[in-house]
């Protein structure tokens, strides 16, 4: 661990001894992450390029000997609370801050249970403490959680990275978000758990696939707040999203393929480009086609898709969305296909270390976010342009959006041009993914 790490450890170690009157036996850090680019196409099917970052979330624990797990955090804003442990825990559909943990927990000892590893259930001491600004779009919530999924393992197994890899980390997490109401594709939890410090990641889903980037030695990121927070968790507006993708794969492969019995069944919108073997520019001229601008009202996709009510909630909704009566898979479609050709064509741009197509690229992002998947604001749209108009490369909102952080690409003799004129919250550079250690 970096010794900036291990002063702050050194310091959280302390406070758990004055909390709980004990040592602690381990601490996991876990980092946020920045998106670079490739938003909202993760639970897509499709690949990103993100990177960790330095700010982090860091648990404390121990056993104790009860059946309670008590939660303390450094942050006042963040109540302490004990929770009874209960294996039948159903999730929240509001979370507060520790059934973030919570979530990770339940999944971590399904996981435990369902593959036969060894391992004692107990109540835990928990002390957390976070610098990962919350509600900014950079992945506060799925750090929280991968962190929880490997402070379970490491303390009821005993063991540190035995009989279970990062890669589980990732699966579990990704899956026991749902438990919190998000139904989010892995992208967020694979870069926080498996980045390496100093190199972004372009990860591909099914299977997961890391590949190391390396970013230009004069490229700076930095990360500013729009002024707007964004709980995705708080909001139905990303469960929408998800759902409006669906029905768009559906769609489009009932145009392209009527044979297709399972259409129905269609999840995301790679389902869709492998189905029928299309280009990712071929799918958003198909999409442009075949699908109509504006809204699809929930009977006329009934009638289109030849099914029940009670078959689409099954087939196409979520929790979130049972009552949603208009779509627009138009939007979301374009949208989904031409960020992920985007994704690709800026790694690309990093190997050949061409920053004004880098951050060309970016703003493109941004105003296809704003456009046509509408997960901006009118605070994000003004920082992003004020970057530009600073000298900034490139500038797009980053995370689920509606609020939240915006990352930027600075030529790094440009920084301190920047820096006088937009409020940088900070700058980062790779960081390195999700540790443990023995305190």
Known sequence: ????????????????????????????????????????????????????????????????????????????????????????????????????????????????????????????????????????????????VCAAVLSTWTLYTSKIFDGYDKRDVVEVATESERLVGLEGGGMDQAAVVLADEGTALHIDFDPLVIRKVELPLDALFCVLHSGVDSNKAASSYYNERVVECRVAAQLLTLASKPSFEDYRKIRRLRDYQTETKFSLEKCSQEAKVQLHEGNYSR??????????????????????TVTKTEFQPLKRAVHVFDEAKRVDDFENACLEKDLIQMGALMNKSHFSCKDLYECSCPEMDELTEKCRESGCKGARLTGAGWGGCAVALVDKRDRDKVEAKVNVLFWTKPSAGIQVFRA
């Open 1 to 144: 661990m970096a010794s900036e790490h291990s002063v702050l450890v050194d310091d959280f170690k302390s406070r758990f001894f004055e909390i709980f009157a004990k040592s602690a036996e381990f601490v996991v850090r876990c980092p946020g992450r920045v998106n670079l680019i490739g938003e909202h196409i993760d639970y897509n099917g499709y690949g990103v390029l993100p990177m960790a970052i330095e700010q982090s979330i860091y648990v404390v624990f121990a056993r104790n000997d009860s059946n309670i797990i008590r939660f303390r955090n450094s942050a006042e804003k963040f109540v302490s609370f004990d929770w009874t442990i209960d294996e039948t825990w159903p999730g929240a559909k509001i979370p507060k801050w520790y059934e973030y943990f919570l979530s990770g927990w339940k999944g971590a000892i399904d996981w435990l249970s369902s593959n036969n590893k060894q391992h004692s259930v107990s109540g835990i001491d928990l002390y957390i403490h976070g610098d990962i600004p919350p509600a900014a779009g950079l992945s506060s919530s799925s750090a929280m």
């Open 299 to 320: 009977e006329e996709l009934l009638q289109i898709l030849d099914t029940t009510d009670s078959d689409f909630r099954k087939n196409s909704l979520n929790l979130a």
